[in-house]
């Protein structure tokens, strides 16, 4: 049933102009009111009057957050990315009835493209031939290939699956899927983090696309990586606070691992910092979701849900309702 406005604060605060998503409910006999931020030093109107929240995209997390504490009136935050750890800390304080909504749907394709391309450039020594590109120098030689590698895919939500998906025609010898719990699907067993200090021993290419929460943060430590074979690649596109950056560098340094890392910790890496610099290293700076993929996805999102919202219906993506 759709819900009645009348007398309700409809303000809408989105970080992409109404006018350039389609479909959004009507503004007219008493609809939304939408609001233009994307992050600026100024509110567009009274934080007070916001219903639904979607967050600004690319920016700090502390801007992102800046008005929450003035949403007294607010239903629903929506966010433009799968992880929500940047916005949960604050939003855990509101009053109670809030659903937090990631944007699942939206950068599946984007990021396990890039976990695909990371996987493959560093397996196959692009980094190397791009640097003889520079200096005119032909490097030839034998460079491991994708194919007949075992894979296990640390984090099997929408986007492990997605790179999954990408990775059904490199004629891998096998993937091996871990997440926080335990489930069938029909590709295969996912099997609890529990089992990975059995699995990474068996791993070519080691894949992290999990959230970032309180028992994956430093998951990847000392221990994890000592379990892992000699001159296996870790690959990291989840976030960067999951690997313990001093026990990679150590790893990366003596030449057993190497790895490919969207994302950091710190982030960004300031210049200086040994990462950059490390053997066997290739870094690209969070670049799995702002692709030309990204846009249209979040729009059809933010015009999904608010329909879904204007109607009475459940929203999609609800991660958590607050307390």
Not at 134 to 142: A, D, K, N, S
Not at 159 to 164: R, Y
Not at 175 to 180: C, K, L, S, T, Y
Request: charged share 20%; hydrophobic share 45%; net charge negative.
């Amino acid at each position: 049933m759709r819900i009645s406005l009348q007398g309700m604060t409809t303000d809408v605060w989105l970080p992409v102009a109404a006018a350039e998503i389609e479909g959004l409910p009507a503004t007219h006999d008493g609809g939304f009111t939408y609001r233009f931020w994307d992050g600026g030093a100024d509110f567009p109107a009274d934080p007070a009057d916001c219903v639904f929240y979607g967050v600004p995209y690319m920016i700090d997390p502390a801007v992102c957050v800046r008005p929450l504490s003035r949403m007294t009136s607010l239903r629903v935050v929506q966010t433009l990315t799968a992880g929500v750890d940047h916005v949960l800390p604050a939003v855990e304080h509101l009053a109670p009835g809030v659903r937090l909504c990631n944007a699942r749907g939206v950068h599946e394709a984007s990021t396990a493209e890039l976990a695909l391309t990371l996987t493959l450039a560093s397996l196959r020594g692009i980094p190397r031939f791009v640097e003889g590109q520079r200096v005119q120098e032909w490097r030839q030689g034998f460079n491991p290939a994708l194919a007949d590698k075992s894979v296990l895919i640390v984090g099997y939500g929408a986007i492990g699956s997605a790179i999954e998906d990408r990775l059904t025609g490199f004629e891998c010898a096998r993937v091996a899927r871990v997440a926080r719990s335990e489930r069938a699907t029909e590709r295969g067993p996912v099997l609890p983090l529990s089992e990975l200090p059995g699995l990474l021993p068996e791993a070519d290419v080691v894949i992290l696309s999990t959230p970032l929460s309180d028992s994956t943060r430093g998951l990847v430590n000392a221990d994890f990586l000592a379990h892992m074979k000699d001159g296996a690649l870790l690959v990291n596109v989840s976030r960067g606070p999951v690997v313990d950056t001093k026990a990679l560098l150590a790893e990366l340094e003596s030449g057993r691992l190497t790895a490919a890392l969207d994302v950091t910790d710190p982030e960004p890496l300031p210049p200086g910092h040994p990462l950059w610099q490390a053997p066997g290293v290739l870094i690209s700076p969070h670049v799995g979701g702002p692709t030309s993929a990204f846009l249209p996805r979040a729009k059809r999102l933010l015009s999904g849900q608010l329909n879904r919202y204007a109607a009475g219906e459940p929203l999609a993506n609800v991660v958590l309702t607050t307390a």
